[in-house]
């Protein structure tokens, strides 16, 4: 039985909720991403910015606002003001088909996986990709390899 940990991603980018909007957006263009997971000082995960929460806490730019000016209001605003706290969570060693039906029914992007309150690890949409093509690409090796007689 595949398990969380057999997928996610485990190499995190992370922020406090000290820091700023303009860091998490920063964070997420550099990294190419769009789930930041905040964590503690003690590094226990404690909420989560995605890159709607982001999209939500921008100024329309129907208002005119050029880039420098929206940087520097990011530049004020701290995560902890737009980051979700009541995230769900999985556990590293729960059932992958678990966490891809709650992924799915709830129409989640991600799920920080916490063993404990401690953040290892990340399960997003592009982490199922990837094991679907392994899956395809295992699935067209057996169709093509010639019968056994």
Do not use: W
């Amino acid at each position: 039985m595949l398990t969380v940990r057999d997928i996610m991603t485990d190499r995190l980018v992370a922020l406090t909720a000290a820091d700023t909007l303009l860091a998490a957006r920063q964070v997420m263009d550099m990294a190419r991403i769009r789930h930041v997971p905040i964590m503690d000082k003690d590094g226990l995960f404690v909420g989560l910015v995605t890159h709607r929460d982001m999209l939500s806490a921008t100024v329309s730019r129907l208002a005119d606002i050029d880039d420098a000016t929206q940087d520097e209001i990011y530049a004020g605003i701290p995560i902890a003001e737009i980051m979700r706290a009541d995230v769900k969570h999985t556990a590293p060693d729960a059932p992958l088909r678990d966490a891809a039906h709650l992924l799915l029914t709830h129409k989640y992007g991600c799920l920080p996986v916490l063993d404990g309150k401690k953040l290892v690890g990340i399960l997003t949409e592009s982490d199922f990709i990837r094991l679907s093509i392994v899956l395809m690409d295992a699935l067209d090796n057996v169709e093509a390899d010639p019968p056994l007689e």
